[in-house]
């Protein structure tokens, strides 16, 4: 197995224990799901900063720096806010394999603007991700939790533009993959945080302590579902790891959701769907 190979599913674990983690914390807290988003950020960065200052990789010049913080501004930055309260409202697996359908944007707009390969099998591929996704938009009985569903597709979007930035930002610079994401997650922080700030005002110092003993834990997680997303998108093409992480991304999240939450994480339709986003990466991987 190569490591752009093994940094994708090690990435789509990542986002996969995170996605399991704010579920937990949202039916554990009464704080507000943005300002969960902020702790679980804020953590990842103070994280992955820490990490990137004692290692030996040179520090970015500025150039460098404002093109990263434009990747976090998109993603994670504009997107956690929106996946945090998607999760909330359509659950775990719904929401994970909605999310899994940003290899479509990924993999058209790598195609299209980076030049890389138009092969069918990655085509093929990518479709049957997607058509994994439609499943779950589709759903009958999702009634008034269909905003859930508009919430996870734009994240979903904002993922696919935020993979084709990156890659496209990694080709013409050598930057450490420890070092983008350090500063992705850091800028991210600070857009969320501007968020909250003015959504809560005053409350949000109360609203901090009450999100940081559940929503920490989850900062974890992103530090190494992003980290090593940036590794493999450093080492393959956007065709590749985008497909690869969401799969994997999918499959460990109803494993998971449905450990820790029970049957309602795992219908016959999110199943079927799981599988459909599967063999897509399946494919992709195959290519």
Do not use: H, Y
């Amino acid at each position: 197995m190569n490591t752009a190979i093994a940094l994708s599913l090690l990435a789509g674990c990542g986002w996969a224990i995170n996605i399991v983690l704010v579920r937990w914390s949202l039916d554990r807290t009464s704080a507000p799901p943005l300002v969960g988003a902020l702790v679980g950020l804020g953590t990842a960065a103070i994280l992955v900063s820490i990490v990137a200052l004692i290692s030996s990789q040179p520090f970015p010049d500025a150039t460098t720096i404002g093109k990263f913080a434009l990747v976090g501004a998109i993603a994670p930055g504009s997107s956690q806010g929106l996946f945090v309260s998607a999760i909330g409202a359509i659950g775990t697996s719904r929401s994970s394999v909605l999310v899994s359908t940003n290899p479509m944007v990924s993999v058209l707009l790598a195609m299209i603007l980076l030049n890389e390969d138009w092969q069918v099998v990655v085509i093929v591929g990518t479709l049957l991700t997607v058509a994994g996704g439609a499943l779950i938009s589709w759903e009958p009985g999702i009634g008034f939790r269909q905003i859930g569903v508009v919430l996870a597709l734009a994240t979903a979007f904002t993922f696919g533009v935020r993979d084709v930035v990156a890659r496209q930002f990694s080709t013409t610079s050598d930057v450490s993959s420890i070092w983008s994401a350090a500063i992705v997650l850091s800028t991210a922080s600070l857009v969320v945080a501007g968020i909250a700030l003015v959504q809560r005002r005053r409350k949000i110092g109360n609203d901090i302590k009450t999100a940081l003993p559940e929503f920490a834990l989850s900062g974890v997680a992103i530090a190494i579902a992003l980290t090593s997303l940036f590794g493999a998108i450093n080492r393959g093409q956007i065709s590749l790891v985008a497909p690869l992480s969401n799969a994997a991304q999918s499959l460990a999240v109803v494993a998971l959701g449905t450990v820790v939450f029970g049957a309602r994480e795992r219908t016959n339709r999110i199943l079927i769907a799981l599988v459909l986003v599967v063999i897509g990466g399946a494919l992709i991987t195959t290519a």
